[in-house]
Each structure stands twice: as C-alpha cells, then as structure tokens.
C-alpha cells in the first residue's frame, strides 16, 4: 500500500504493541483483500480482518486510505462492506474529529449490526506478496 500508516488517538491508547506491528507488517505488504468495501470516492477502504464482538455485531478492520491531497472526514459517510458469499451490509460512519490526513491511511474498525456471518474467530481477510 501507499502513502505512511498514521493512528488515531483513540487506537494508539488501546492497541497492542503485538496488534499494532501486525497491521504495520500488513499495511506495508498488502496486495489485495478477499472483500471489498465503498466509502467516499476519495478513499480506498481495504478490509483487513473480519471478526464478531459479543454482541454478534461485525467488526471490519481496514486500512482507510486517503489518496487525496486534502484532508478528508469520514463523518455522516455510508460505507458499505461485501463479500463473495454474502449479502452486502452498509452503516453510517459517526466518528467525530476524524480526520485522514492527505496521501496517508489509518486503522480503524467498522461495526455493522445487521450481517449474515457466524464465525466468531478473527478471519484474515488481506493477502500479503
């Protein structure tokens, strides 16, 4: 992937040094994912792992990745994740004072309550080169 891997605030607090340096490695030997996910036409979503929280809610980590040469926001954006197999699910993201910097990506996870997935365990989604 392109462009430099920059965290949000509220991942740099949480993230493991192990999670953190995984999603690094990946980050820099990404070449595709299994799935695919819509955002605003500037950024390119890649769905890293795929994975259910106790309330049986789908948890999507991606890389969000913005290709621009201007600051972009994720707020109020519908994004919308697929994959072969399944129905597509689409929720709204509301996070405030999020914010990608130009030519640069970040970690982060989307939740989305309505799904027809089963598997609890994390599942790997991208293929490294």
């Known amino acids: 992937m392109n ?7 509220k991942w740099a607090k ?3 040094m192990k999670d953190r340096n995984d999603l690094e490695h990946l980050f ?9 996910m819509v955002g605003p036409e500037q950024l390119d979503i890649v769905p890293v792992y795929r994975a259910l929280n106790y309330k049986n809610e789908l948890l999507i980590t991606a890389f969000v990745c913005n290709k621009s040469n201007q600051s972009l926001s994720l707020l109020n954006s519908n994004i919308s994740y697929y994959e072969q197999g399944f129905s597509r699910v689409t929720t709204i993201a509301t996070i405030p004072n999020f ?3 130009p030519n640069s990506a970040v970690v982060w996870t989307f939740i989305y309550s309505k799904h027809a997935f089963h598997e609890k365990d994390r599942f790997l989604l991208i293929k490294i080169d």
Not at 3 to 9: D, E, I, K, T, Y
Not at 28 to 36: F, G, I, L, N, T
């Open 3 to 9: 462009g430099q891997l920059n965290w949000h605030p």
């Open 14 to 16: 949480t993230i493991s």
């Open 28 to 36: 820099q030997y990404a070449s595709s994912s299994q799935a695919e």
């Open 99 to 101: 914010v990608i910097l």
